[in-house]
């Protein structure tokens, strides 16, 4: 594996751990208006991501299909979802700013449960750059090195935010600054390990790429439906929610679109 695959791996995850050190400069919670828009932003960048870095390059490598061409992408995307619906079933998490424990019944410690349901956030995000690099390693026409970095910087810039908000939230909980920041860069630690592990199954299962790609769509996109909007439009003035969505939306599209 080369530089260049294990530095576009690595970018997101750096970009959790760096919003997760903002709880080394800035007290208690985040203002819920910022944490709104902020959501807002990061569901409108992995929405886009979805699109034009996963499905798209998916449909367009199994064009020899003709008009069956879309099957690839709708059933890894459907598997995608109901791998994320599993999970969302079987692991105790908590979200931030909810009392409601979703998953199984737990003894573990609330601060647990509020990395457990972040880390369940980014194993998709994870799974995305690690399948667009898996491409490129197989020298895929469709997946270029420029379109796969512009990926990985998309899904830092919002994942810089999503450190924070996990990170914060525990300092406010009565954790330590220290032990908040170690949790909320543990939280993205499943990004480079999910990346790796899906890039290693790709070598096992070349012709499952586009598959693989619309998979990781797929999970994205059930956690945007599932956690990140219902965040952004609770309460009054979501407006601002949809503002920032739109925004995150535009800026992964300009990445993809120009780099890719």
Same mark, same amino acid.
């Given at each position: 594996?080369?530089? %260049?695959?294990?530095?576009?791996?690595?970018?997101?995850?750096?970009?959790?751990?760096?919003?997760?050190?903002?709880?080394?400069?800035?007290?208690?919670?985040? *203002?819920?208006?910022? @944490?709104?828009? #902020?959501?807002?932003?990061?569901?409108?960048?992995?929405?886009?991501?979805?699109?034009?870095?996963?499905?798209?390059?998916?449909? %367009? @490598?199994?064009?020899?299909?003709?008009?069956?061409?879309?099957?690839?992408? =709708?059933?890894?995307?459907?598997?995608?979802?109901?791998?994320?619906?599993? #999970?969302?079933?079987?692991?105790?998490?908590?979200?931030?700013?909810?009392?409601?424990?979703?998953?199984?019944?737990?003894?573990?410690?609330?601060? &647990?449960?509020?990395?457990?349901?972040?880390?369940?956030? *980014?194993?998709?995000?994870?799974?995305?750059?690690?399948?667009?690099?898996?491409?490129?390693? @197989?020298?895929?026409?469709?997946?270029?090195?420029?379109?796969?970095? =512009?990926?990985?910087?998309?899904?830092?810039? @919002? *994942?810089?935010?999503?450190?924070?908000?996990?990170?914060?939230?525990?300092?406010?909980?009565?954790?330590?600054?220290?032990?908040?920041?170690?949790?909320?860069?543990?939280?993205?630690?499943?990004?480079?390990?999910?990346?790796?592990? &899906?890039?290693?199954?790709? &070598?096992?299962?070349?012709? =499952?790429?586009?598959? /693989?790609?619309?998979?990781?769509?797929?999970?994205?996109?059930?956690?945007?439906? %599932?956690?990140?909007?219902?965040?952004? =439009?609770?309460?009054?003035?979501?407006?601002?929610? &949809?503002? /920032?969505?739109?925004?995150?939306?535009?800026?992964?599209?300009?990445?993809?679109?120009?780099?890719?």
């Amino acid at each position: 594996m080369n530089m %260049e695959v294990i530095r576009g791996i690595m970018i997101p995850f750096i970009g959790t751990s760096l919003g997760a050190g903002c709880v080394f400069f800035m007290r208690g919670k985040l *203002n819920p208006m910022v @944490q709104r828009a #902020l959501t807002g932003f990061a569901a409108g960048v992995m929405v886009a991501a979805s699109v034009w870095s996963l499905l798209l390059p998916a449909i %367009e @490598q199994s064009a020899a299909m003709g008009h069956w061409a879309f099957v690839p992408a =709708a059933v890894g995307f459907w598997i995608g979802v109901l791998f994320l619906l599993f #999970l969302d079933r079987t692991i105790p998490h908590l979200h931030a700013g909810t009392g409601d424990m979703e998953g199984p019944r737990s003894s573990l410690a609330r601060t &647990t449960k509020l990395v457990l349901a972040v880390t369940i956030h *980014n194993l998709p995000e994870g799974m995305a750059v690690g399948v667009v690099y898996a491409g490129l390693l @197989q020298g895929n026409a469709g997946i270029s090195a420029a379109g796969a970095m =512009a990926l990985a910087l998309g899904i830092a810039i @919002q *994942n810089f935010p999503e450190g924070a908000i996990i990170s914060m939230p525990l300092r406010a909980e009565g954790a330590s600054t220290g032990k908040s920041f170690v949790y909320g860069v543990l939280s993205g630690a499943v990004e480079p390990i999910g990346a790796l592990l &899906t890039i290693w199954l790709s &070598t096992l299962i070349v012709p =499952a790429l586009p598959y /693989m790609l619309s998979f990781a769509a797929g999970a994205m996109i059930y956690v945007v439906v %599932e956690e990140l909007i219902p965040e952004t =439009a609770a309460g009054t003035h979501s407006n601002l929610g &949809t503002v /920032m969505f739109a925004l995150g939306f535009t800026v992964m599209m300009a990445l993809d679109c120009a780099l890719g």
